[in-house]
């Protein structure tokens, strides 16, 4: 069998693999990517965080995002009833960027994966790594091509950027049971047709179902008059309702009369599609030559938009342990990766989880509230969750007491 060798394997094309090449290119590094799809592809996690566009930014592509026209985003609106509340990330206690955009997937991928290629990685589409071996000096990945064929890849390090494929999980056998419990969500893209004045398209719209807390749905606007639409709940909850993917969506939002409401004009005319169990952890984010980026490694929620924001931060820390790797450090890459990547996953594991339970919501729909509090809660939400700064990312602990305090 045909065997190649690059500095850098990355496996995947998305958000993580892009940025992470892009980086590495700027460090000079020979960089190969091998993903299965081909691009443009659909993908769901459409609404960016502020603290994602300093990656963009580092990485070179900064002026490629900017010019693909995507709608801008400013902030986060939250509705319960006629309980309302909306964050604007530029009023935040981090400093950095405050606005950024909410994509189209399909389209924010293919512009990454393109501006990495226009930096000099060579992007393999509709290839796929169908096994890996780390127990040699490189790590060496078999791939099998469009027309059948297979050839090897050795590298000096191998980043799995294979997001929900989890490709080094399954075959390394590093999947772990996530603590949270069996979600799921139903989405699809729609043409809203929501009147201009009822609705802030520079922000995320988070709804809550008026009589369970832990169902929430999105609705984020893009630049073109077409929103994307989803519910989240517990997979239980999601299966008392009977017929298509679009019907059991239109059944829920049936059920929250604000979020009905706004979408009483909406041409439904994309099949919706379903997605359970998709949060997941790992028993380790690297090993001898390898990392795991974004959602290979671990993947919360989507109730806060972190994924994406995860996995350029994995990629930096990455391309940085790299770096100092190819300078003749030591690198510990539990101390210098795996570590500081979960400390700021962590603090968005806390707002998740007070989010779910409804102490969050307590927070913020709370009549009076403290505006620095609130400028340290719109960081935490802009991104900023590496920030340790910030009280209630340094101690996430303390969101209990907040809680507390916002429930008498």
Not at 127 to 141: I, K, L, N, R
Not at 212 to 230: A, E, K, L
Not at 296 to 323: N, Q
């Amino acid at each position: 069998m045909q065997v190649e060798h690059t500095e850098i394997l990355i496996i995947g094309a998305g958000p993580a693999g892009a940025v992470a090449a892009g980086l590495l290119r700027k460090q000079g590094r020979q960089v190969l990517v091998i993903e299965k799809e081909l691009f443009p592809r659909f993908s769901i996690g459409e609404s960016l965080l502020p603290q994602s566009m300093e990656y963009i930014e580092a990485a070179g592509f900064l002026q490629d995002v900017v010019e693909a026209g995507f709608q801008y985003k400013n902030g986060a609106a939250f509705q319960r009833g006629e309980r309302r509340t909306s964050f604007d990330f530029r009023d935040k206690f981090s400093c950095g960027w405050g606005t950024t955009y909410q994509v189209q997937r399909a389209h924010f991928d293919d512009v990454l994966a393109k501006a990495a290629a226009k930096a000099g990685a060579q992007i393999r589409f509709q290839h796929q790594v169908v096994a890996v071996d780390v127990t040699g000096e490189q790590p060496v990945v078999t791939v099998a091509a469009p027309d059948g064929t297979r050839y090897q890849v050795s590298a000096r390090f191998l980043l799995d950027a294979s997001g929900f494929g989890r490709i080094l999980p399954r075959l390394l056998n590093l999947e772990t049971p996530s603590a949270f419990p069996v979600r799921g969500a139903y989405f699809t893209h729609i043409e809203d047709r929501i009147p201009t004045g009822e609705f802030d398209r520079n922000k995320i719209l988070v709804s809550i179902h008026p009589e369970h807390v832990d169902v929430w749905f999105w609705t984020i606007p893009f630049s073109n008059g077409r929103c994307s639409q989803g519910v989240v709940a517990r997979t239980e909850f999601l299966e008392r309702y009977s017929g298509s993917e679009t019907e059991r969506l239109q059944a829920i939002i049936a059920e929250t009369p604000t979020l009905s409401s706004l979408l009483k004009d909406a041409v439904w005319d994309t099949p919706a599609r379903k997605l359970t169990g998709y949060a997941a952890n790992v028993s380790s984010l690297a090993g001898r030559n390898y990392a795991l980026l974004g959602n290979a490694g671990e993947f919360l929620d989507p109730v806060f938009s972190s994924g994406v924001t995860i996995a350029f931060k994995s990629a930096s820390l990455a391309a940085a342990a790299i770096a100092r790797e190819f300078a003749g450090d030591t690198v510990d890459w539990q101390a210098d990766y795996a570590q500081p990547l979960k400390a700021g996953v962590d603090a968005f594991r806390a707002f998740v989880e007070s989010w779910y339970a409804g102490g969050f919501q307590d927070v913020i729909f709370h009549e009076q509230q403290s505006p620095e509090i609130r400028r340290m809660i719109s960081s935490v939400l802009a991104g900023y969750a590496w920030d340790v700064k910030n009280p209630y990312v340094a101690e996430p602990r303390r969101l209990k007491a907040l809680e507390q305090l916002c429930a008498l």
